[in-house]
């Protein structure tokens, strides 16, 4: 929907090669541009450094498309915590941070002072 709508695009995911392959086909077919940030979302700085690279580049986001995310499955009690804490940052933590404090108050007004606000 987006590429139909010629709209520039910031791929965001840990796997550079599938984003690039991603941004190659969407070049191809639809002739929009993207942006391919690797990013670890569990990485709780990772937020930080997306904003950072977007700003430096001049990039301002519009939309946010979050699908980023994972499933742990098995009984609560036995899977590992590392990996439940992971899930709660990537689904959770950094979605919240994304909308709260990374991207909707651009969205909403000029911005004066980003992080830490
Ligand atoms: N598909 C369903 O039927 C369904 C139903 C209900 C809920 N959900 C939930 O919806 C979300 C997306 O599901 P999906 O089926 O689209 O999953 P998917 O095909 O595995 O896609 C998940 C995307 O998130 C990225 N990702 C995962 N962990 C990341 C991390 N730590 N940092 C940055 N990017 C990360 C993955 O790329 P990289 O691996 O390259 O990072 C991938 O592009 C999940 O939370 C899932 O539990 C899905």
Redesign the pocket.
């Known amino acids: 929907m987006f590429c139909r709508r010629w709209c520039q695009l910031v791929l ?4 550079a090669q ?2 690039q392959s991603l941004a190659d086909d969407l070049h191809e077919k639809y002739k929009v541009a993207s942006h391919v940030l690797t ?4 990485r709780p700085e ?1 937020l930080k450094r997306i904003f950072n690279q977007l700003q430096s580049s001049g990039i301002t986001i519009d939309v946010l498309v979050n ?5 742990a499955r098995g009984p609560f009690v036995a899977l590992p915590l590392k990996r439940q804490l ?1 899930m709660v940052q ?2 959770i933590t950094a979605l919240t941070q994304s909308h709260r404090i990374v991207f909707l108050p651009g969205m909403i007004a000029p911005p004066k002072k980003w992080w830490g606000a």
Do not use: K, S
């Open positions: 965001v995911a840990r796997n599938a984003l990013a670890d979302l569990g990772t699908n980023a995310g994972f499933g992971e990537v689904n």
